[in-house]
């Protein structure tokens, strides 16, 4: 599957193709590379076929439900799926064996009301306790990275167009990188939560939110119009207008440019990404300049403070060398607690007039492209920067390693501006850089 949605739901609308063919060739694409993926967990193949015949049947009538009509597309495990079993690594430290939901999370129902045909859901974390180890769909002796990974890997294989996953540190953005593919955090409080399992509360975690994957940047746009919004359920959801990238003309914006961070030591593969990308900006009538945002250092320290409240259940992100042991550590007593968020909304502020200089920020994904199973994937401080700020933050691909593994580059704006990110991402992806 290498069209994009928005190209496929097009084609399907107008009858130049079907659903049946794009989900059954999806289908068979996925009957070929999971055995060596194993990124698909639950697969609801028969449902799927019979939704997409359906699908046709309401094109040939005219009948269009939507801009996903008769698309196929996949989500992370963590994301309920009504009737559909959920598997027993929803949460860190406890089992939760047989969970069936009752209704579809907020964002799978809208991609399925836009039309959208689910295939199934993909396994959580390289690996997958449940399901055991997800590999890499450019070589199987390299993990996906995490924890929205068989997600990845499914899109990067050609098993499915578009996808949605869940981002607290970098569980899009990580995953998309060593995939190869494209990913987006969006803006916390821009899709809602609900249907997320665990149950993630915007007060209690502000840094997680739901996001779509796709193959193809203009798809990451299509999806996030369609999940956006308040829903009656997730206060934190907000009704913020989301503009198209399409439309958004960046000649002469401003763009912070960084590689060295004080907890990394990035692989000269993401550091050549990212100045690649950086051209392909310039060339595009950017202005790219080197410019470190303020207040690196305080990410980690910023985290583990997080991880150390009391209510904290953080499932899916980490820090390097094992920093982080709740038994030993223990947690934080109210005071604490009280300085460690004023310490976060300081760094919150010393960022904004940062990004009004520099409405877009350029980085390295990750501190290296993935790496084979078992070894130190390296740590997460470019993604989680914009998590701990609530920003909106892309991640396409802009290289390869000499072994040939994609390497991506994170592109991040200020909060419910993704639409600059995105239209800078798709300057990247028009770039041909991989």
């Not at 980690?300 to 820090?319: G, I, K, M």
Request: glycine share 10%.
């Amino acid at each position: 599957m290498t069209r994009s949605a928005a190209e496929t739901a097009r084609l399907i609308a107008d009858r130049s193709l079907s659903s049946r063919e794009v989900v059954a060739a999806c289908l068979a694409r996925i009957a070929e590379t999971n055995p060596s993926l194993n990124a698909v967990c639950a697969l609801r193949a028969d449902a799927a076929l019979a939704e997409a015949e359906a699908a046709d049947r309401r094109a040939e009538q005219g009948e269009v439900l939507g801009p996903l009509h008769g698309v196929p597309f996949t989500v992370k495990d963590w994301l309920d799926v009504a009737t559909l079993f959920t598997p027993s690594t929803a949460t860190q430290g406890s089992t939760v064996d047989g969970r069936v939901p009752a209704r579809d999370a907020t964002a799978v129902a809208r991609l399925r009301a836009a039309g959208g045909i689910l295939l199934g859901k993909t396994a959580v974390g390289p690996d997958d306790p449940a399901y055991g180890r997800v590999n890499n769909p450019h070589n199987p002796e390299y993990g996906p990275a995490g924890s929205s990974s068989g997600e990845a890997a499914v899109i990067g294989a050609g098993g499915s167009p578009l996808g949605l996953g869940s981002d607290s540190g970098g569980s899009i953005r990580q995953p998309a990188h060593c995939c190869g593919i494209a990913g987006l955090r969006p803006t916390s409080g821009r899709v809602p939560l609900t249907g997320h399992y665990p149950f993630i509360s915007a007060l209690n975690d502000p840094r997680t939110v739901i996001g779509p994957l796709a193959r193809h940047v203009e798809d990451l746009a299509l999806a996030l119009r369609l999940i956006a919004g308040p829903d009656g359920w997730d206060p934190s959801a907000v009704p913020v207008p989301c503009p198209d990238p399409s439309t958004v003309d960046l000649r002469g914006t401003r763009v912070g440019l960084y590689t060295e961070h004080p907890d990394a030591a990035p692989d000269p593969a993401c550091v050549a990404a990212v100045h690649a990308a950086g051209r392909a900006l310039e060339a595009a009538g950017l202005i790219v300049e080197e410019a470190t945002p303020p207040g690196l250092s305080e990410v980690y320290p910023l985290t583990l403070a997080y991880w150390r409240r009391p209510e904290s259940l953080s499932p899916d992100e980490w820090v390097p060398d094992g920093g982080f042991d709740p038994a030993v550590l223990g947690p934080l007593d109210a005071e604490a607690v009280e300085r460690s968020l004023f310490e976060w909304d300081r760094f919150r502020r010393r960022m904004l007039p940062f990004l009004n200089d520099h409405p877009l920020v350029l980085s390295p994904a990750a501190e290296k492209p993935a790496v084979r199973h078992g070894e130190d994937p390296g740590g997460i401080p470019y993604t989680l920067t914009w998590s701990l700020l609530g920003n909106p933050a892309a991640v396409v691909p802009a290289g390869s390693t000499v072994d040939g593994l994609p390497v991506g580059v994170q592109i991040a704006a200020a909060p419910w501006r993704e639409d600059l990110a995105l239209a800078a991402a798709a300057i990247i992806e028009a770039a041909h850089l991989r």
